[in-house]
C-alpha cells in the first residue's frame, strides 16, 4: 500500500498542469506524507526497504511532503541520526557492508530526489525553490561538519557521523541538467548566481583540471542565464573541443557530453544566435551552425 498509493497518486496528479497541481492537492487534503513517513521512521522493517531501493518512490514522497508543507520530516533525516535498525536495510547497499557509507549514500539519495520533487513543483519557468531547498541542505550539511571539526578538538577519536562524508554532488547535479534545458529562464538572477558559484566551487573541489562534462554545464549555465545571457563561455568551450577538432574525433567527443541531443541542439542555436546578433562575430556563428549539422541528425538538430 505504501507504495501502490503514492505511485498512483503521483500518476494522477501529474495528469493536471503544473500550476494547477498544489491547489488541487491542497483541497483534496489527502496527506500522503504526513501519514506514510512516520511509519518509515518508526517501523523501518516494513518501509525502509522502499526508500532504500527505489529512487522513483523517494521522489514521489519528497513531492508529496513539499506539496503538504512537511518538507521538515525530510530535511530532520538528511540532517539527524537514523533509527538504529535501519542498518539492518543500509548494508545491502554497500558490497563491503559498511553501513556508515550506506548511511551516507541513502541521505546523498534523498537530498537528490528533495531538489528533485522542488523542480516537479515549480512553476512558471523558474527553479527557484528547487535552488533554495539545495541552499537551505547545503548549509544545513556544511554546518554540520563544522560543527563535527570543533567537536573532534576535543574528542580526537571521535568517529566521523554519516552527515560528515555526504556529497551533495549527485543533489547539484540535478537543477544542472534541468536548467540547460532552458526551460527556466525566469529563475531569480541572484538564485542562480549563487548556484553557478556553488557549481563551480564543487567542481574545481572535486578535480581542479576540468572535463568537457564540467566545462559544459558551466559554459551551459552562462548561456541561459534569465537575465545576462553570455555566449562567450559557450563560444569558448565549442573552439576548445571541436571547432579546432578533426571531422572524424566530433562524434567522439560528443559522447563525453552530459546533455540529450535536444539540449545540445539548444545549446549550439543559442551560441550561433548570439554570436551573430548580438556580439557580431558572423564567422563563428556560421561555424557553429555548420557543427550543429555535423553533429546532430537532421531530425534533431532542430531547435526546440
Not at 574545481?204 to 572535463?211: E, L, S, V
Not at 555566449?231 to 567527443?253: C, Q, R, T, V
Request: aromatic share 8%; glycine share 4%; charged share 25%.
Amino acid at each position: 500500500m505504501v507504495r501502490v498509493c503514492p505511485d498512483a497518486e503521483s500518476t494522477r496528479i501529474t495528469k493536471y498542469p503544473r500550476r494547477v497541481r498544489p491547489s488541487v492537492l491542497q483541497r483534496e487534503d489527502k496527506r500522503f506524507a504526513r501519514i506514510i513517513l512516520p511509519y518509515l521512521w518508526k517501523e523501518t522493517d516494513f518501509w525502509l526497504p522502499l526508500m532504500t531501493h527505489d529512487d522513483e518512490a523517494r521522489a514521489q514522497l519528497c513531492y508529496f511532503a513539499l506539496t503538504e508543507g512537511c518538507e521538515y520530516m525530510l530535511h530532520d533525516r538528511v540532517t539527524g541520526p537514523l533509527p538504529e535498525n535501519m542498518a539492518h536495510w543500509t548494508n545491502p547497499l554497500e558490497p563491503s557492508g559498511d553501513s556508515t557509507l550506506a548511511d551516507v549514500r541513502w541521505r546523498s539519495f534523498l537530498i537528490r530526489c528533495m531538489v528533485r520533487a522542488h523542480l516537479m513543483h515549480d512553476t512558471g519557468q523558474s527553479a527557484d525553490g528547487a535552488i533554495a531547498s539545495f541552499s537551505r541542505i547545503d548549509k544545513a550539511v556544511w554546518a554540520g561538519k563544522i560543527r563535527f571539526r570543533e567537536e573532534r578538538r576535543l574528542e580526537p577519536n571521535k568517529p566521523y557521523p554519516a552527515l560528515t562524508r555526504i556529497s551533495i554532488l549527485p543533489a547539484l547535479m540535478c537543477p544542472n541538467s534541468e536548467l540547460l534545458t532552458g526551460r527556466y529562464g525566469r529563475t531569480n538572477s541572484k538564485l542562480w548566481d549563487n548556484f553557478v558559484w556553488r557549481t563551480t566551487e564543487s567542481i574545481n573541489t572535486r578535480n581542479p583540471r576540468k572535463t568537457i562534462a564540467d566545462d559544459f554545464i558551466l559554459a551551459g549555465l552562462a548561456l541561459h542565464h534569465p537575465s545576462r545571457p553570455n555566449a562567450e563561455p559557450a563560444l569558448a568551450f565549442l573552439d576548445k573541443y571541436f571547432l579546432e577538432s578533426p571531422e572524424g574525433d566530433l562524434k567522439e567527443i560528443r559522447v563525453s557530453i552530459p546533455a540529450s541531443e535536444q539540449v545540445l541542439s539548444l545549446f549550439l542555436s543559442k551560441a550561433s544566435s548570439m554570436a551573430h546578433h548580438k556580439s557580431g562575430q558572423a564567422q563563428m556563428a556560421a561555424r557553429v551552425a555548420a557543427l550543429k549539422i555535423k553533429l546532430l541528425p537532421p531530425d534533431s538538430s532542430r531547435a526546440r
